[in-house]
């Protein structure tokens, strides 16, 4: 019964592929959200959804896209991969409460590109 | 650029000392404020937010905040060894409540 879930936990991959992150918060949570931290442990917004509106951080390169199937789903797809991308990745959903608007994290994809 | 500045430690204290985390942030618009804890190699636990100026409690936590100086800290009391960690102090800047995060402080309690 995991809050916020991601898949996989790892991905290793080369250079120029595609791949895919998976999200799902079963928190009943009406926006979610990609961060991505790197090695030097900075942890930096990529993206936040609500409501089928998206906000994109302007930092990130639009081979990243975020997918939205429903509310309790946010997917990260990333094309081209780069070495630059390899990083931890990771989802957060959140929800209004006691005044303020409080983010719950998943565990985590570390992505490495060859 | 918003930015939110935290020293990146590490900052040792001794089991059962308080440890006190600072945190600077530039806009001063900004509302909400959060600390997080993240042990290595695992994902970012919210420990507690303030979002009003003065002291907020929750246990051996206290986070305090002050708009005009734009300078939120935490200070955990009787640290304990399994608090060691880093401290990611997060500040709601952007739109979409999104949060910026400083770089983290990394804490040692030493038994």
């Known amino acids: 019964d995991t809050a916020v879930s991601q898949t996989p936990k790892y991905l290793v991959t080369q250079m120029g592929n595609d791949k895919s992150i998976k999200c799902e918060q079963n928190l009943g949570h009406d926006t979610m959200y990609w961060y991505k931290q790197d090695s030097k442990k900075f942890l930096k917004i990529m993206f936040s959804?609500?409501?089928?509106?998206?906000?994109i951080n302007e930092t990130v390169p639009n081979r990243f896209s975020p997918k939205s199937p429903d509310k309790a789903h946010l997917n990260l797809h990333i094309n081209s991969l780069e070495l630059g991308d390899s990083a931890v990745y990771f989802c957060?959903?959140?929800?209004?409460?006691?005044?303020?608007?409080?983010?719950?994290f998943g565990p985590g994809t570390r992505l490495t590109v060859l | 650029q918003k930015e939110v500045e935290q020293n990146s430690g590490p900052l040792s204290v001794p089991e059962g000392a308080i440890a006190s985390l600072n945190c600077t942030y530039s806009?001063?618009?900004?509302?909400?404020f959060f600390w997080y804890r993240q042990y290595s190699g695992k994902s970012p636990e919210l420990i507690m937010f303030i979002y009003s100026n003065g002291d907020k409690e929750d246990g051996r936590f206290t986070a305090q905040l002050n708009k005009a100086s734009q300078y939120v800290s935490l200070l955990i009391r009787d640290s304990q060894p399994s608090d060691s960690a880093t401290y990611l102090c997060a500040v709601n800047m952007g739109a979409g409540n999104m949060l910026t995060f400083g770089g983290g402080t990394r804490l040692m309690v030493k038994p």
């Open positions: 957060a959903s959140s929800q209004v409460a006691g005044g303020a608007d409080t983010q719950y």
């Open positions: 959804y609500n409501n089928k509106e998206l906000i």
């Open positions: 806009d001063r618009g900004s509302q909400s």
